[in-house]
């Protein structure tokens, strides 16, 4: 891609907000908070506004670096920035940390009201529409009445996608990537073994490891290592590691012999340092329970009658956990709908997380949807 | 915001003609999307371009033209029947493997399908072979060894084929460049263009 900068230091801000928000759950948080952050200018017309939602263990902090941390670049930087293909000399970009996020927006480790306590296990089940909805709270906060895109990859994505069918009002583009309309059973078994790992995790107590000074820092580990198994391409693994081992030939115990192994524990350990384990929980139960269909008799179609932005939905050949197959699903029923809507099926050797990378098709083919989106 | 490219290829009118205003359209192979924008200009068509190659792919994007990637060796799986008004395919049908599938998904898919492509059976191309040589022409400008076409056919040659699969065509028009042929146009057309239907029965 063209040369381009980065949107430089960057802070974190907090809006909060004292109307309650009714959840899916059934449940109702009284008051909450959102941590935010924002790129580039909001114009006059507040028209030039584009949301970045993250998917399972990302966060606000999409672009740019933390003034006491310069390694901390932000997980979307690649993207997001002057002259990048969603461009903040352009456009006013907005990253926000969702509900039940350890990212310091209200969830498990926040103060319950109600005991004085963290939320802990306590914190009620929130899904992508409740994020949604919480979402549009801050846009109205901050004066957006209208976002010009709202963009994600995969369970960001699903974020994106609920936003056209929730505020279709609110939003001119949906830009859907390496997601999915709804998880396979595949799918879900995965998570629900990385919750069992969690779950069992003698450290968890319930929940509330909090109160007992410790983090299922087992549990953690497994589940991230589960969870990196599905983001890479099984070429890809083969590629970076191979059948490599860390010495000469087998050592014949439990400890650290094949690359592989190295990579997966690293991948964990690093994860459990900063990651919460009600955070991924919540997570992946509102990965499972997305399904817009599911109120339609399945009928994604029918699901999809009253959007009325634009779409642009990309997936990646070699990823196996959202493959194109159900990005596909997405475009046709957007067709029976006669939907505008492009869809880019790039080559990527990447796995699932090919959405981070900088492919240059990928990132060209994003510039250009971006370019003409007119604010 | 829409621009068109400088050099309209003349098929383009003919298609435009067959197009009512506002219709449905499905476009097979459709590069940089050049045509979609031309009858969306011409005739407020609205539609989708298919594509196969990335670059075609983020031309269209870059032309704000709706396009999909897909296979077409694949069909048209996942589309409807009778969607588009019009399934159009440009001088794309010769470098497609699966001709039988494509014509008879076309019409799955389009009330009517619209096909052009570059006639093996015109005189210079005749010439080119008796004095030993596969033709390189304005309509087959690659040499054998490179060209991305896979199928070659006259349009005497399609017409059996619709014969066969119960294809009705509906009208046609063939050209020299841009010079209308009436007469004899397996011999003298170089680019054929038909507007195709199912058979009633």
Redesign the interface.
Known sequence: MTSSGSVGVVEPRRARFDQPLALRSGGLLPQYELVYETYGTLNAAHSNAVLVCHALSGSHHVAGIYADGLNNLGWWDNLVGPGKPLDTDKFFVIGVNNLGGCYGSTGSMSLNPASGKPWGADFPFVTVEDWVDAQAQLASQLGIEQFAAVLGGSLGGMQALAWTLRHPARVRHGMIIAAAPKLSAQNIAFNEVARQAILSDPDFHGGHYYEHGVVPVRGLRLARMIGHITYLSDDQMAEKFGRRLRHQGPQYHYGVEFEIESYLRHQGDKFATYFDANTYLLATKALDYFDPAFEYDGDLAAAFATARAKF?VASFTTDWRFSPERS?EL??AL??N?C????????CAAGHDSFLLDDP?YH??LA??F??IEV | ?VRLTDNIRFDFDVIARWIAPGE?VLDLGCGDGDLLMYLAEAREA?G?GIEHN??H??A???N???????DLEQGLA???DG?FDHVIMSLSLQAVQNTEGILTEMLRVGREAVVSFPNFGYWRHRVSINEGHMPVSDSLPHQWYNTPNVRFFTMADFEQLCEKRGIVVNERVAFDDDREITIDPNNYASVAIYRLGRSRS
């Open positions: 642009f596909r475009v046709f067709m029976h006669r505008e809507v492009s869809y880019a099926e790039l080559d098709h060209a083919a250009a949807y370019d003409n | 915001m449905r609205k989708y990335i670059d792919v983020v269209c994007i870059k704000n033209v709706n396009v999909l990637k897909i996942g589309f409807e969607q």
